[in-house]
């Protein structure tokens, strides 16, 4: 098992650009998680998906944001019309509903920096 | 809400030294579990220690132990020996037992080691 993967590892863009970012979590995981972590914070959390199904939505996650998990396997995130305050880590994590004690695995994140 | 406070931005410790990261939190919660996790730079964050609220016995890995006060909220991590491998940022997180899962994370405190 690779663990979890996401790509881009690091994006530049533009104000106003939409980017998509990819999160493949370790392959038996049934829950997937995304958290966003500014520079000097701790991670916070996004939203998470059981399976295909997105249970729940933090407030950070704006009508801009939007997350969908397909298949219940990987996972994306897009965020539509980006501002300067979206620049971040976006952190993927994935783990299993029962057993492995509620942990938590991340990925290395995906660095989006919006100029 | 639930809160997660890292009094110590930084921390310092000589190599086979021994150092406590201090860790608070708030939840009139009694199901919950608590965590610390490493994150080396430019890496993906690892969990170190995991402890269930409903346990009075400290979790230990290794080199690696906490002090669980339930009644002051306090969740300490003692790090024994410390290796130049140990540098990283240590973060603090709640997760509440009765939840989807999502980690409530600290600030972090920043640890160097000293050859």
């Known amino acids: 098992d690779t663990g979890v993967s996401q790509d881009p590892r690091h994006k530049i863009t533009k104000r106003g650009q939409n980017v998509t970012f990819r999160c493949d979590p370790i392959?038996?995981?049934?829950?997937l998680y995304w958290y966003r972590q500014t520079l000097g914070q701790g991670p916070e959390f996004l939203t998470y998906?059981?399976?295909?199904?997105?249970?729940?939505k933090s407030r950070l996650l704006s009508d801009r944001f939007s997350a969908e998990r397909p298949k219940g396997s990987f996972s994306t995130l897009e965020i539509q019309r980006t501002e300067q305050g979206d620049s971040a880590m976006y952190l993927c994590?994935?783990?299993?509903?029962?057993?492995?004690?509620?942990?938590?695995?991340f990925g290395a994140g995906t660095r989006l920096s919006v100029l | 809400a639930q809160t997660v406070t890292q009094s110590q931005p930084e921390m310092s410790v000589q190599e086979a030294e021994t150092v406590t990261l201090s860790c608070t939190y708030d939840?009139?919660?009694?199901?919950?579990?608590l965590f610390w996790y490493k994150q080396p730079p430019s890496r993906q964050m690892i969990l170190v220690i995991r402890?269930?609220?409903?346990?009075?016995q400290n979790a230990t890995e290794n080199r690696f132990s906490v002090n669980f006060q339930k009644a002051a909220k306090s969740f300490s991590l003692k790090i024994s020996d410390s290796q130049l491998g140990d540098a990283a940022m240590y973060f603090c997180?709640?997760?509440?037992?009765?939840?989807?899962?999502?980690?409530?994370f600290g600030k972090g405190t920043k640890l160097s080691v000293k050859p």
């Open positions: 994590a994935s783990s299993l509903t029962q057993g492995d004690k509620n942990i938590q695995y």
């Open positions: 392959s038996e995981h049934n829950r």
């Open positions: 998906f059981q399976n295909e199904a997105q249970l729940e």
């Open positions: 939840t009139s919660e009694s199901d919950y579990y």
């Open positions: 402890q269930e609220a409903y346990k009075q």
């Open positions: 997180a709640y997760m509440y037992g009765g939840s989807q899962g999502n980690l409530i």
